[in-house]
T-cell receptor, first 113, second 109 residues
Framework: DVKVTQSSRYLVKRTGEKVFLECVQD?????MFWYRQDPGLGLRLIYF???????EKGDIPEGYSVSREKKERFSLILESASTNQTSMYLC????????????FGDGTRLSIL | DQQVKQNSPSLSVQEGRISILNCDYT??????FLWYKKYPAEGPTFLIS?????DKNEDGRFTVFLNKSAKHLSLHIVPSQPGDSAVYFC????????FGEGTQLTVNP
C-alpha cells in the first residue's frame, strides 16, 4: 500500500526559528510536493521536486526552501519562521507529473508563536 | 488568480439523497480533473478523476461530470452516507495540480 509519512503531526515553534518538516515516501515516486492548507484557500503549492536534487517553486515559495537529497525524502525548511506560516502542511508524491493522482501524508499542524 | 473555484464552502444533505458538489475552472489548458476527499486530521485521498476528452466517469456511488464549454465539473454522490461527511477538493491538472478551496459536505442521518 502507498505510504507517505510526515515526521510530526503537531509542531509548535517560535518566530525566527529555523524549522524543518520531513516527508518520506516508500513508493519509489519521482515527484514530491509540499502544500499548505488554510481555511477558505484550499491547498496551495509551495515547492515540488521531480527528481533528486531538483526543485521547482510553486505558487507561494516565499519564506520556504526545500531539500531532496534522496529520492524518498523531501524536506521543507522555514528559514526564519513567522506567525503567518502557522498552517497545516501536507506532503504528497506521485509517480508522474500532470494528471497522475498524488498520494498525501496526514499533514503537520504547525503553530508559530 | 484562482484558476479553480469551489463556490460553496459547505453543503448539507440527508442520508440517502444525492450530494452534488460543484467546481469551476478558468484555464482551458487543463486536461485532467480530480476529486479528493479529506477527513479531519488526515491527508486528502484520491476519489475519482476524469480526462478532458470525456464528459462522465463513474465509480460506484461517485460520478464526475465535465462540461468543457462551461468550464465546469461536478461530483455526484448517490446515495449519500454519513461516512461521506468530509471536505471535498477538486483539482485540475496541466503540468501540476491546482486545487479549489474545498467544500465541507455534511450528510445527516
Amino acid at each position: 500500500d502507498v505510504k507517505v509519512t510526515q515526521s510530526s503531526r503537531y509542531l509548535v515553534k517560535r518566530t525566527g526559528e529555523k524549522v524543518f518538516l520531513e516527508c518520506v515516501q516508500d513508493m519509489d515516486h519521482e515527484n514530491m510536493f509540499w502544500y499548505r492548507q488554510d481555511p477558505g484557500l484550499g491547498l496551495r503549492l509551495i515547492y515540488f521536486s521531480y527528481d533528486v536534487k531538483m526543485k521547482e517553486k510553486g505558487d507561494i515559495p516565499e519564506g520556504y526552501s526545500v531539500s531532496r537529497e534522496k529520492k524518498e525524502r523531501f524536506s521543507l525548511i522555514l528559514e526564519s519562521a513567522s506567525t503567518n506560516q502557522t498552517s497545516m502542511y501536507l506532503c504528497a508524491s506521485s509517480l508522474w507529473s500532470g494528471g497522475q493522482p498524488q498520494h498525501f501524508g496526514d499533514g503537520t499542524r504547525l503553530s508559530i508563536l | 488568480d484562482q484558476q479553480v473555484k469551489q463556490n460553496s464552502p459547505s453543503l448539507s444533505v440527508q442520508e440517502g439523497r444525492i450530494s452534488i458538489l460543484n467546481c469551476d475552472y478558468t484555464n482551458s489548458m487543463f486536461d485532467y480533473f480530480l476529486w479528493y476527499k479529506k477527513y479531519p486530521a488526515e491527508g486528502p485521498t484520491f476519489l475519482i478523476s476524469i480526462s478532458s476528452i470525456k464528459d462522465k466517469n463513474e465509480d460506484g456511488r461517485f460520478t464526475v461530470f465535465l462540461n468543457k464549454s462551461a468550464k465546469h465539473l461536478s461530483l455526484h454522490i448517490v446515495p449519500s452516507q454519513p461516512g461521506d461527511s468530509a471536505v471535498y477538493f477538486c483539482a485540475a491538472s496541466g503540468s501540476r495540480l491546482t486545487f479549489g478551496e474545498g467544500t465541507q459536505l455534511t450528510v445527516n442521518p
